[in-house]
Structures are given as structure tokens and as C-alpha cells.
């Protein structure tokens, strides 16, 4: 695709509800980036996906929150129990060949999760 | 852990003149990346330039480029010849040798006609 796309671009939930977002990468780039990103904070690193490696977790801020990259591409974040101070804009990045080089990281416009 | 510290939430400048957007981090390693992005209200992150920290020369991109201090942790952006579409959140982001990316709380830059 031309870029990396994300879905839905905004979701309204009620807490308590499970969500799913969804990160469609660039082809062909091989790391997958997830981030979180609170009103008038920066982004906040949450998983790492980095070819067939185990995923880099480190940054997920409970045991609610999940994610999984599907055949190298597609990735899906899951929220479950989702609660108000979820509410925040969830973003997507992907980078061509990962690991410790200079490739550049791309963004996808986001998903704003409102949780009421 | 690592630290990125923006200290300018706002940040003005006229246009076709010429603004510096401060980041410094904290960090125990000898070997990494700086980045500082741009994100526009349509919330699309953008990157605008990258420094490796082993390099001594400033990166250069344009109307923009970097004042890296290796010793005081500094990694300043400096736009010249500001233009109304340069009107941005700018995060300055620091990458690991583990591939883990911190960014700064953003700098909101607003351009004046």
C-alpha cells in the first residue's frame, strides 16, 4: 500500500467493553511499531514486532492490553476491560528492515479511542 | 531508562524568520539515534530529520537542521526561513540499540504571518 493505514480511525467504547485496533503496515517492512498517545503527552513506546522475533512487551501497561502481528504484516492491539484513562490516540508505525539501522519509521494516522 | 525532555510546550516564531526547538535525554549508552518528527493537526508523524551519535556532523535537511551536543546530552532543531505550513507539534524521539524509540511531551509551533 502507499502508506500504513490504521482502523478504525476513531472509536467511541463503554468502559468494561473490549476493543480492537487494527495496523496495516507498508509491505514488505518487517518491524511494527504500536504507541500510545494521551492529550498533550508524547508518545508512549507500547510493542515491538520485529520480524519472526518474540515481540518486544515491555511497554504494555497492563495484562488488558494485547497485540499480535498475523503472518508478518497485519497487527491487531486488543484492550480489554477498557477503562476511561484508556481513552487516548493509538498509533501504528512500521520501519522497512528494523533492527539497529537508520531506516526510517512510518506512522499511520492513528486510531482516537474515546472509552466513556 | 531512557529520558527525552522537552521544555518548550510552545514555541512562536515569524514567518521567514528563523526559530531553535530545545530536546535534551538522558542516557547510558554510547551509541544511538535522535530523531525529531513533525505532527501536524491531521495527526500523520512525520519525520523531519535524524542524527546518529556517532556522527560529529550536525544533520542537515533543508531549511532544518540540528545542533547535536553529544557531551550535554543536547539535541536542538533549528528551522530557518519558518513558513506557515512548518505549524506543527515537533517531538524530538530517541531510539535504543534495543529498538525501543522515546519520545518528548512535543513542542507546539506556531507560525505567525
Known amino acids: 500500500g502507499a502508506g500504513v493505514s490504521q482502523s478504525p480511525s476513531n472509536k467511541v467504547t463503554e468502559k468494561g467493553k473490549d476493543v480492537e485496533l487494527r495496523c496495516d503496515p507498508i509491505?514488505?517492512?518487517?518491524?511494527l511499531y504500536w504507541y500510545r498517545q494521551s492529550l498533550g503527552q508524547g508518545l508512549e513506546f507500547l510493542i515491538y514486532?520485529?520480524?519472526?522475533?518474540?515481540?518486544?512487551k515491555s511497554g504494555l501497561p497492563s495484562d488488558r492490553f494485547s497485540a499480535e502481528r498475523t503472518g508478518g504484516s497485519v497487527s491487531t492491539l486488543t484492550i480489554q476491560r477498557t477503562q476511561q484513562e484508556d481513552s487516548a490516540v493509538y498509533l501504528c508505525?512500521?520501519?522497512?528492515?528494523?533492527?539497529?539501522?537508520?531506516?526510517?519509521?512510518?506512522f499511520g494516522p492513528g486510531t482516537r479511542l474515546t472509552v466513556l | 531508562a531512557q529520558t527525552v525532555t522537552q521544555s518548550q510546550p510552545e514555541m512562536s516564531v515569524q514567518e521567514a524568520e528563523t526559530v531553535t526547538l530545545s530536546c535534551t535525554y538522558d542516557?547510558?549508552?554510547?551509541?544511538?539515534?535522535l530523531f525529531w518528527y513533525k505532527q501536524p493537526p491531521s495527526r500523520q508523524m512525520i519525520l523531519v530529520i535524524r542524527?546518529?551519535?556517532?556522527?560529529?556532523q550536525n544533520a542537515t535537511e533543508n531549511r532544518f537542521s540540528v545542533n547535536f551536543q553529544k557531551a550535554a546530552k543536547s539535541f536542538s532543531l533549528k528551522i530557518s526561513d519558518s513558513q506557515l505550513g512548518d505549524a506543527a507539534m515537533y517531538f524530538c524521539?530517541?531510539?535504543?540499540?534495543?529498538?525501543?524509540?522515546?519520545f518528548g511531551t512535543g513542542t507546539s509551533l506556531t507560525v505567525i504571518p
Open positions: 509491505s514488505g517492512h518487517t518491524a
Open positions: 542524527q546518529e551519535a556517532y556522527k560529529q
Open positions: 514486532f520485529q520480524g519472526n522475533s518474540a515481540p518486544d
Open positions: 508505525a512500521s520501519i522497512q528492515r528494523g533492527g539497529y539501522s537508520t531506516d526510517t519509521q512510518y
Open positions: 542516557t547510558s549508552e554510547s551509541d544511538y539515534y
Open positions: 524521539a530517541y531510539r535504543t540499540t534495543g529498538n525501543q524509540f522515546y
